[in-house]
């Protein structure tokens, strides 16, 4: 006989029957699963949000990942390369606006040049803060000594998403070529966590060719490689990007959105201590997407702090919020949305993964 959703959620351990019954969940059944998972963040890590204030350094990219906006051969997108002047002013503004944390982002690049670049933009920001920030990575596919190097310099969370957990579903999303390898994802992934980084993985949902059975295996798949923080979001199609010829197979993007938050939920329910970002996608679909996503189960937000006249050009979906927008008009309008979570914003705090703390623990 069928469990009911009250039933299921009663257990100790999910199997993946029952995470692939409750991603399925009408309106009703998907409501408990949000509570559950609100319950269980309150109880784990608490009501709390934490900023990284997000800079979007660079949309020039060597990869040609079929559904990004900024992929190599996609001509249309202008490309642009913030100074390290500007980078640092970013950050300042985050340092001064109390946020605690700040995130690097780009498009893949490796070379030695890149990774010294990086290196000496790290000291910097450790410099101008008196040591205070947080600093998050996320610079793709490196080799192990880069990322040492970078931990060495200073950053000590870095996010690399696995996309899918499904190695044929990876294929779909990418070229079958060297540069884009899912055993050498794995394998950076592994790397991370062996230089010690907290480290996040994620996926995108509602991709074409997608299962709610592999849904329920990116959980597990998370679960299994024990990671400390997640960042997984809607799949937004792009025009400009050879994925979006399947765009018809898609499932309607409220679908998508909705099937987000049940990924969140659940995967607060399955790792009750790690960091779940409320992804920016979230945003493009629903103007408060994101404090959605908080009230079931996330508990970071990354504002954008890239200046404004950037963020236009890293669009890497379409329909991309606040492109409009300078650092500092986000300040007030964050605080707004937080407050109607009734979530308290750890300001001026590290928000580091608890999961982490207890996994090195164990670990020494
Ligand atoms: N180049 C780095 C970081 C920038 S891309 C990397 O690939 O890791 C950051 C994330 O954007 C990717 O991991 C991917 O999951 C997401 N992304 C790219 N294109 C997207 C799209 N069309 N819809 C939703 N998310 C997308
Ligand atoms: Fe480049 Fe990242 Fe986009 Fe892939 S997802 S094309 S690596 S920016």
Known sequence: MNMTVDEILKQQILSREDVIALLQTDKEGRNKVFTHAAKIKADYVGKKVYYRGLVEMSNICSKNCYYCGIRLDNTNAERYDISDKEILDA?????????????????????????????????????????????????????????????????????????????????????????????????????????????????????????????????????????????????????????????DLLMPIEDRFTLTLKMVSLLRIIMKDINIAAATALQAIDPIGREKAIKVGANIIMPNVTPGMYRDSYKLYENKPCT??????????????????????GYGEWGDSKHFAKRTQHQS
């Open 91 to 247: 950050v300042k503004f985050a340092y001064e606006s109390n946020y605690g944390s700040v995130v690097l982002q780009a498009g893949e690049i490796s070379s030695p040049k890149f990774t010294k670049r990086i290196s000496k933009l790290l000291k910097q920001i450790k410099e101008l803060s008196n040591n205070e920030l947080g600093i998050t990575i996320s610079l793709g596919e490196q080799p192990e000594e880069v990322y040492r190097e970078w931990f060495e310099a200073g950053a000590h969370r870095y996010l690399l998403r696995i996309e899918s957990s499904n190695p044929d579903l990876y294929y779909k999303l990418h070229p079958k070529n060297q540069k884009h390898d899912f055993e050498t994802r794995l394998d950076c992934l592994r790397s991370l966590q062996k230089v010690g980084y907290q480290t996040g993985t994620g996926v995108m949902i509602g991709l074409p060719f997608q299962t709610y059975e592999d849904l329920a295996n990116d959980l597990f798949f998370m679960r299994d490689f024990d990671i400390d923080m997640c960042g997984m979001g809607p799949y937004i199609e792009h025009k400009d990007t050879p994925l979006y010829e399947y765009s």
């Open 324 to 345: 409009d927008e300078e650092a500092a008009d986000c300040t007030n309008c964050m605080e707004m949305r937080i407050g109607i979570t009734g979530d308290d914003i």
